[in-house]
């Protein structure tokens, strides 16, 4: 059972550039969820899914693109790649909304 | 403006050391509190959840409390070792939807 995983775990972009940072999830969870971590701040919901086929914005979507075609994966796109979307990014999975949530290790964009 | 704030930023202890981090929130309605812990290069683990009508849960040498009243919550670390240098982020539940709000996190250096 590997849990919750991300890769690419480190990546370097040119603004402009696009690219899909991958999510996948082994534990049959209907909901997951793409966040953001910036020093100092809490962590930022970008978009969630609860359930194959059904997506929608968080807090922060601007700049990402999600689908979620099948239960276990659940990419996050970025379209055109700017300085603002240097972060760190994790995804998350749950059974429910209401439940414990289960974060991958994260993977460290740096866009230059 | 955030809606769940942690107090104090960072804090140093010795190794043996109790040490009591703080969270106050605003979220309403409120359905469960939250805390995790992350590990530097880590995604976040979940330490404890607590409803509203919970006052206490532990888990090993970590308890926390909550107050859904005066909307505060504190997490106890007892007997404090080197593995507990981290970031302890308190997170709440929203009531009516699938959102969390989460604090910036307390930075916990144990020193031996």
């Known amino acids: 059972n590997a849990g919750v995983t991300q890769t690419p775990k480190f990546q370097v972009l040119k603004t402009g550039q696009s690219m899909t940072l991958q999510c996948a999830q082994d534990?049959?969870?209907?909901?997951m969820s793409w966040y953001r971590q910036d020093p100092g701040m809490g962590l930022r919901l970008i978009h969630y899914?609860?359930?194959?086929?059904?997506?929608d914005q968080g807090e922060v979507p601007n700049g990402y693109n999600v689908s979620r075609s099948t239960t276990e994966d659940f990419p996050l796109r970025l379209l055109s790649a700017a300085p603002s979307q240097t972060s760190v990014y994790f995804c998350a999975s749950s059974h429910d909304t209401q439940y414990e949530q289960y974060f991958g290790p994260g993977t460290r964009l740096t866009v230059t | 403006k955030n809606q769940v704030e942690q107090s104090p930023q960072s804090l140093i202890i010795l190794e043996g050391k109790n040490c009591t981090l703080q969270?106050?929130?605003?979220?309403?309605?409120?359905?469960?509190l939250r805390w995790y812990k992350q590990d530097t290069g880590r995604g976040p683990v979940s330490l404890t959840i607590?409803?509203?009508?919970?006052n206490t849960k532990s888990n090993g040498r970590y308890t926390a409390t909550l107050d859904a009243d005066t909307k505060q919550s504190s997490l106890h670390i007892t007997a404090s070792q080197l593995s507990d240098s981290a970031s302890y982020i308190c997170v709440v539940s929203w009531k009516t939807d699938y959102k969390l709000s989460f604090g910036a996190g307390t930075t916990v250096t144990v020193r031996a």
């Open positions: 969270c106050n929130y605003t979220v309403s309605p409120f359905s469960n």
């Open positions: 607590m409803t509203f009508s919970e």
């Open positions: 534990m049959n969870h209907e909901y």
């Open positions: 899914s609860v359930g194959a086929g059904i997506t």
